[in-house]
């Protein structure tokens, strides 16, 4: 079993790098791919955890991107975490999290939230990397608002919202090229997800099959079958890789590990595309 979209407490999930490994191992999963927003900080922990429990580990990350007015998600996988371009680029969307969570924050503070900044970095913790909007649900949680992030989400900080600030980030097009220049695999991450986010439209996909663009993501929870049955469509026509994964969050999302999977066939295609300078780590 194969879920290659998953996320630890480095970015928003709620599983220490470990943990996820731990339990990705536990389900039965044979190879996990972290893929913390924006950042590889949680890379050399799940090493560790991976050789220690026997699963294959495939190193990447989602990035934050935008193309054509809409914010899109990359997943990026197998790069070398060294190379200048890429790695300048995550840090520069990392760096703005903190002042544009800020803006959220004073939004929802005028408008009678009783929420400051410190409750939000309570929340933080240590060791997270990639700070966002996830974290204000769980101190607007902590403060008794609801129950669980997702009913935050729902009500107040969904992409929709009055209190919704956006953040800097690259075009699609160029952090495809990137991630391609660093050796790494780019795939989109749920592209027709419309529950979540203005879908990527579908005319945009020969552009970024043209930057290089690697694979599509079609069986994910917030895709529904109409939507997962396009892009296994549009994957067939620009000959992409199709992916399936649970996109995990522990206890932050209702997402369980491996309730969607990848085929070995895909891997293998992933794998081969990959420059080798990460390679994909078996047991
Ligand atoms: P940001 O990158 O700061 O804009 O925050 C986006 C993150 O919010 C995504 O990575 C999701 O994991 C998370 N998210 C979006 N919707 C929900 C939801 N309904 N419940 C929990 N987390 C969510
Ligand atoms: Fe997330
Ligand atoms: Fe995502
Ligand atoms: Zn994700």
New binding site residues.
């Given amino acids: 079993m194969i879920d290659l979209h998953t996320h630890s407490s480095r970015s ?1 999930g709620t599983d220490t790098p470990a943990q996820l490994v731990a339990q990705a191992a536990e389900v039965g999963l044979t190879t996990l791919a972290l893929t913390d ?1 924006d950042t590889t900080a949680g890379w050399d922990e799940a090493v560790e955890a991976a050789r220690q429990h026997g699963i294959a580990l495939v190193r990447g990350a989602e990035l ?1 991107t935008r193309h054509a007015g809409g914010s899109i998600h990359l997943l990026a996988y197998l790069f070398d975490p060294a190379h200048d371009g890429l790695r300048a680029e995550m840090d520069a969307v990392v760096h703005d ?1 903190l002042p544009r969570l800020q803006r959220i924050v004073e939004r929802l503070a005028e408008d009678g939230f009783e929420i400051t900044w410190a409750d939000v970095e309570a929340q933080l913790g240590t060791g997270r990397r990639t700070p ?3 974290h204000i ?1 769980d101190a607007l949680v902590a403060k008794g608002y609801a129950q669980h ?2 009913e935050i ?2 009500r107040w900080l969904h992409h929709g919202s009055r209190y919704y600030v956006p953040y800097y980030s690259i075009d699609t097009v160029t952090a495809i090229g990137l991630v391609r220049a660093a050796g790494g695999v780019p795939v989109l991450a749920h592209p027709f997800a419309s529950r ?1 986010q203005r879908a990527v439209a579908a005319e945009s996909l020969p552009e970024l099959v043209e930057a290089g663009l690697a694979g599509i993501e079609a069986e994910h929870r917030d895709q529904n079958p109409e939507e997962q049955a396009l892009a296994r469509r549009l994957a067939t026509e620009h000959d992409l890789v199709v992916t399936g994964s649970s996109d995990f ?1 522990g206890d ?2 209702l997402n369980r590990l491996g309730e969607y999977t990848t085929s070995p066939e895909s891997l293998e295609r992933i794998e081969a595309l990959a420059s080798g300078v990460t390679p994909l780590l078996r047991p």
């Fill in positions: 928003d927003h934050s999290r966002s909007r996830p649900a992030r997702d989400f729902r979540r969050h932050g999302k």
